[in-house]
């Protein structure tokens, strides 16, 4: 709910569509999700390689990046994780708007939180990319050391440890990084954005 009542919008001359087609390409928020160590920023990051590559404008929020700065006033207890998650969601929007594609990778482990998201932009501008992984596989993986800390008490509130994980029921894309390469999964990704449309 905004907290002033005397805020008009604004249009601008240039749309969305025009900077689309600027692009040569449509936008829309790639949204990941999945337990810490799946691979969402690994994934998130080749992805956005390619897609330059391919000359594809985007643009990447990423957890502990986005939480140096915009959200640095928040922790992890599930109010300020769902007003992470709503920030990224906006700024996403802003995003989108601009043209881009905008590669967001957070663990956003409640349904409601990313349901909200996709209710914030258009029908197809939202692509749920499920980062699905074991906790034992992640866990073995640990590229930040916190599920060893996890395991030791020093993290309260852990994902898939001591806090849950609600898995995407009809995510656009599931990409199981137990069994494919980094590489099978940003080509099932891009697959996704010929099929649908959104590259050329
Ligand atoms: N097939 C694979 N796909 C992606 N990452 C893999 C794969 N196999 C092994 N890895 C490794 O798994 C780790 C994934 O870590 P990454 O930081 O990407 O996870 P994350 O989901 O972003 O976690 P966090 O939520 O903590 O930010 C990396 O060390 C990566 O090298
Ligand atoms: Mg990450």
């Known amino acids: 709910m905004a907290k002033s009542e005397n805020i008009v919008w604004h249009d ?33 990051v080749e992805l956005e390689k390619e897609l330059y590559s391919q000359g594809v404008r985007t643009y990447r929020l990423d957890g502990d990046n986005v939480r140096h700065g915009l959200n640095k006033n928040l922790g ?11 920030r990224i969601g906006e700024v996403s929007k802003l995003m989108v708007d601009a043209g881009l594609f905008t590669l967001s990778a957070f663990i956003s482990p409640y349904r ?5 998201v996709r209710e914030l932009v258009e029908d197809g501008e939202f692509i749920e990319v499920f980062v699905d992984a074991s ?9 930040k050391g916190l599920y060893k800390k996890a395991r030791a008490g020093e993290i309260k509130g852990f994902t898939g440890i001591d806090a849950p994980y609600e898995e995407p029921k ?14 099978e999964s940003v080509q099932k990704i891009v697959s996704y954005l010929k099929e649908k449309g959104y590259l050329e």
């Open 12 to 44: 601008s001359k240039v749309t969305k569509e025009d900077r689309r087609g600027l692009n040569k390409h449509k936008s829309a928020v790639i949204w990941f999700t999945g337990l810490s160590g799946s691979g969402k920023s690994t994934v998130s």
């Open 112 to 116: 409601e939180d990313r349901d909200e």
């Open 76 to 86: 992890f207890s599930p109010e300020d994780r769902k007003e992470n998650i709503r």
């Open 135 to 143: 906790v034992e596989t992640c866990e073995s993986r640990d590229p």
């Open 170 to 183: 009809n995510p656009e894309v599931t990409i199981d990084t137990d069994k494919l390469t980094l590489e």
